[in-house]
């Protein structure tokens, strides 16, 4: 059945759309809740209040067809929360050379440093990488998301593209 139909539906009170419209991108809602919290019982947790509170306000929709980007904005609200919440401080661990067995671990290896660099960026930085470069949106829907202007989005971006930049010069995995 179409999204926007699900919607419908589901702004109605019919609870078995809303299940099969949340279920639809739970895959998406956690990974997003991951890249902030940085482990699976938290970004478990993060799921469970999204549903919660979107299943709450589904009526607030204005536009059915923003369903996705909707559950976006508020996965990322609820991620920033949780972190808020309980003052958690990203800790780093650079060294991951032990990991490295042979050429195989290097990809691995490099896929935890950058995830170490994008951790590093401030949380409206990080949140305009993921929309932009995990789930392809546009600088409009960005802004759309975050409620933010459109130049903001701009800037946030090319801010974070620069720190990313300067912490990737100064890794080994540069040449």
Known sequence: MAIIKLVKKAQKG????????FQQFEADIYRTAFVYVNNQEDALDVVQEVAYRSFKKIKSLKQPKYFKTWLIRITIRCAVDLLNKRKKVVQLNTSYEELIEDEQDLDLSLALSLEDII????????????????????????????????????????????????DLEGSDFVE
């Open 119 to 166: 951790n590093q960026l401030a949380p409206n930085e990080k949140s305009v990488v993921l929309l932009k470069y995990y789930y392809d949106y546009t600088f409009q829907e960005i802004s759309d998301v975050l409620e933010i202007p459109l130049g903001s989005a701009k800037s946030l971006l090319y801010r974070a593209i620069r720190k990313l930049r300067k």
């Open 14 to 21: 019919d609870e078995q759309a809303y299940i099969q419209l």
